[in-house]
């Protein structure tokens, strides 16, 4: 009776063992998904940064190209109201002269 009972016990503790034992690799199967799962979430999110790094190195780039156009247009602007300006001063001279003229004309 007493062996009866002792074997009773041990299938028990074993049949608890191996209740554990499963509990245990299905919480570490568990956990190494999720880690693998973490993973590549990790994984897309540095490539995403990767790709918005790009993206902006290549926008400071159009962006100084663009400073580069704005300045180069600014300097065309200037030129032509320099331009401009000795134009109209031409005219006035011009329009002085042809009054002086028609002033001495008048007086001859």
Known sequence: R?????ELEL?????EHV???RASSA???KDAAEASAQAERDHRMGQE???MQAQLFAAR???DDLEA?????????SALELKVSTLEALQDGSDSIA???LVAQRAA
């Not at 299938?11 to 049949?15: D, F, G, I, S, V």
């Not at 156009?69 to 602007?77: E, H, P, T």
């Open 49 to 51: 940064i990767q790709n």
């Open 2 to 6: 007493e062996r009866a009972e002792l």
């Open 99 to 101: 009054n002086a003229a």
């Open 27 to 29: 919480t570490l199967a």
């Open 11 to 15: 299938r028990r503790a074993r049949e």
């Open 61 to 63: 780039g159009q962006h």
């Open 19 to 21: 209740h554990q034992s």
């Open 69 to 77: 156009k704005l300045k180069g247009v600014r300097a065309d602007k």
